[in-house]
């Protein structure tokens, strides 16, 4: 049972590099979603996919956030020029259609 | 859009204990779902229950979707059980929204 695989798992970088996060849903599994989540909150809601299509990117996702799904796939999620309160845990899920959705195990950024 | 209300926010229980989490939301969903969060992070999915009642194991879960609350209930709780319980509801097939949570603590 392959689940929603996100790589890297951790990530430490300085004020100012670029960040790229990976997210394989699970295969034929038409949505695919962002979230990020800070100690003590819960999850807030980035962008979805419906298959290649980015349908809806909060606001959260400011200019800096880019995500991109080629071909309905795999998803990366880049952060450029990251500050210290892009620090959070970048959480990825996939599902179909009005059903049930699956998280990976989450990517943790920590900005220094 | 949709808001999402849990209680307690946090929750101490003796080993073997019963409880109950409380979910409520601000209108008509189409998907309702409870997770589990581990300690490591990870949110494993619980129950997808946008109404009716179901169980598995010494969990279960109930959706009164006309009242617009959901119920999540641990029997006999174990300390394995610790962590935060979320629930997260949308309507019309959008993003699904996370309530704060209910961080439960079973202790020995």
């Known amino acids: 049972d392959t689940g929603v695989s996100q790589n890297p798992r951790h990530k430490i970088t300085k004020r100012g590099q670029n960040v790229t996060f990976r997210c394989d849903p699970i295969?034929?599994?038409?949505?695919l979603y962002w979230y990020r989540q800070t100690l003590g909150q819960g999850p807030e809601f980035l962008t979805y996919?419906?298959?290649?299509?980015?349908?809806?990117k909060s606001r959260l996702l400011s200019d800096r956030f880019s995500a991109e799904r080629p071909k309905g796939s795999f998803s990366t999620l880049e952060i450029q020029r990251t500050e210290q309160g892009d620090s959070a845990m970048y959480l990825c899920a996939s599902g179909h259609t009005g059903n049930t959705i699956y998280f990976g195990e989450g990517s943790w950024l920590t900005v220094v | 859009g949709i808001q999402v209300e849990q209680s307690p926010p946090d929750l101490i229980l003796q080993e073997g204990a019963n409880s109950t989490l409380r979910c409520n939301f601000s209108d008509s969903v189409n998907n309702l779902q409870w997770f589990h969060q581990n300690p490591w992070g990870q949110l494993i999915n619980l129950f997808y229950i946008p109404s009716g009642t179901k169980q598995n194991g010494r969990l279960s879960a109930t959706t009164v979707a006309t009242e617009r609350y959901s119920l999540l209930y641990i029997s006999s709780s174990q300390t394995t059980d610790s962590g935060v319980y979320f629930c997260?509801?949308?309507?019309?097939?959008?993003?699904?929204?996370f309530g704060t949570g209910t961080r439960l603590l079973v202790s020995p």
């Open positions: 996919f419906q298959n290649e299509a980015q349908l809806e």
């Open positions: 295969s034929e599994h038409n949505r």
């Open positions: 997260a509801a949308n309507t019309g097939f959008q993003k699904l929204v």
